[in-house]
């Protein structure tokens, strides 16, 4: 059976790893994306903000839907500015709420999957992190209840990731030095890929993961548990 799946920030490398996925199961992928020539996808739709009155119309039932869009700002919480703080809830929350919205009518038609990105920083406590811990705590608040609201129908479910080798967090990891402190921090000793969190995405959109919603899934080597 082909089955169409929306992934929103379809540019991360996170994204173009699980559209290869979807891609390679035989179903069809549809992007919402600021970069309008993106090539990988069945269908592209260029966006200028993840925001309901820039968003195209789909006329396709939706099995699955992924909000990717992130932020990383890291800074003392004193010098934090208040643009910051909106242009982070925005993106991380805000944009996944009215994506999400925008498009329910089409899930509720293909009794869709919706995964979100959320990060380690929600619920692990990190100097410098107010302001992107405060958005993805409104995220993962998010998928309590809406996977509450829109059962039996739409299952709602997030991944919480910690430092991946992504363009996003290229500036944590820009020389040896930093990818090995990464590597240290971390339980398992490593720096997750793109492909740790597409193919645990994948699982949360499909069938296999029939008896899964409103939960909040780690995927960070252990680094939200375990202290050495």
């Known amino acids: 059976m082909n089955r169409n799946y929306l992934i929103a920030g379809a540019s991360s490398a996170t994204a173009m790893a699980l559209a290869a996925i979807l891609k390679a199961e035989g179903d069809t992928t549809i992007a919402l994306t600021t970069k309008p020539s993106l090539n990988g996808y069945d269908q592209v739709h260029p966006v200028e903000k993840y925001e309901t009155e820039f968003l195209p119309p789909i006329t396709e039932p939706l099995h699955g839907l992924v909000y990717f869009p992130g932020t990383i700002n890291l800074g003392p919480f004193a010098r934090m500015k208040k643009e910051t703080f909106q242009s982070d809830f925005l993106i991380n929350a805000l944009g996944a709420a009215l994506v999400t919205q925008k498009y329910l009518p089409n899930l509720k038609e293909g009794q869709g999957s919706v995964v979100y990105i959320s990060s380690v920083a929600a619920q692990t406590g990190f100097t410098f992190h107010s302001s992107v811990s405060m958005a993805k705590a409104a995220l993962e608040g998010l998928v309590v209840a809406l996977s509450a609201e829109l059962a039996p129908s739409i299952r709602v479910n997030a991944i919480a990731p910690s430092l991946m080798q992504t363009?996003?967090?290229?500036?944590?990891?820009?020389?040896?030095?930093?990818?090995?402190?990464?590597?240290?921090?971390n339980p398992l000793k490593k720096i997750g890929s793109p492909s740790d969190i597409a193919e645990l995405a994948a699982f949360l959109l499909s069938s296999r993961s029939?008896?899964?919603?409103?939960?909040?899934?780690?995927?960070?080597g252990g680094a939200n548990r375990i202290k050495q």
């Not at 029939?210 to 899934?217: A, E, L, R, Y």
């Open 167 to 185: 363009p996003l967090a290229e500036k944590f990891l820009s020389t040896s030095e930093k990818a090995e402190m990464a590597r240290s921090r």
């Open 210 to 220: 029939s008896w899964i919603t409103g939960q909040v899934i780690a995927a960070d």
